[in-house]
């Protein structure tokens, strides 16, 4: 399979554009949070990203909630959002958890959730899946340009246990288009640029 992978956005026209462009090449499109700014135009940037036509699923940033991204979505069937739950689609599970983990210092506009709470909301789906969070693992494209590690620890835990094929994040933008991997498992930043990668292969396009 073949996947598009992004995130933050953050009402970039010019990075919609592109994003539905490429989508036209590839089975699945992924997107890993904040599509608004600081909680604002949400709605247009979906509506820029409608033009997608092929399987999209989406988790909430911190830049908006869950349900303000399921009603700025409403009416668009192939448009998925996860947070804390999971759908089929052509025979592949995807999983996903949105908003920032753990609490950032950003203020009253942001989503953030602690990590006792992230860790109720992960399951193990007990079969293959993919995972999608707006929010990296701790230790793993979670660096800041001071050199700070500001993942989650409930994600990475849950990475680890319940082994995803391949893990989507986003968030943390000085790591934008870059993958890692936590114990052979793959790990993209996807960024607002997007990434094109395919799975198995596991690699970039």
């Given at each position: 399979?073949?996947?598009?992978?992004?995130?933050?956005?953050?009402?970039?026209?010019?990075?919609c554009a592109q994003l539905v462009e490429r989508s036209e090449y590839v089975d699945f499109a992924i997107g890993a949070g904040d599509f608004a700014l600081l909680r604002k135009g949400l709605q247009e940037?979906?509506?820029?990203?409608?033009?997608?036509?092929?399987?999209?699923?989406l988790v909430p940033g911190n830049h908006e909630s869950?349900?303000?991204l399921v009603e700025a979505c409403e009416g668009i069937d192939n448009?998925?959002?996860?947070?804390?739950?999971?759908t089929e689609l052509d025979?592949?599970?995807?999983?996903?958890?949105?908003?920032?983990?753990?609490?950032?210092p950003f203020g009253a506009w942001t989503v953030d959730f602690s990590e006792d709470h992230a860790q109720r909301l992960l399951s193990r789906p007990g079969r293959n899946f993919v995972f999608i969070t707006h929010s990296p693992p701790f230790g793993c494209l979670d660096t800041l340009c001071d050199g700070q590690h500001v993942g989650s620890t409930a994600?990475?835990?849950f990475v680890e246990e319940a082994r995803p094929s391949f893990v989507v994040c986003g968030h943390i933008h000085e790591c934008a288009s870059?993958?890692?991997?936590?114990?052979?498992i793959p790990v993209i930043n996807a960024g607002p640029a997007g990434i094109e990668f395919e799975y198995p292969g596991g690699r970039p396009l």
């Open positions: 399979m073949k996947y598009i992978l992004f995130s933050d956005i953050h009402c970039d026209s010019v990075a940037t979906i509506g820029m990203l409608a033009g997608i036509r092929i399987p999209t699923i869950y349900a303000e448009f998925h959002v996860l947070h804390g739950s999971e025979g592949t599970l995807f999983c996903g958890i949105g908003g920032g983990i753990p609490v950032t994600i990475r835990s870059q993958q890692d991997e936590i114990e052979g």
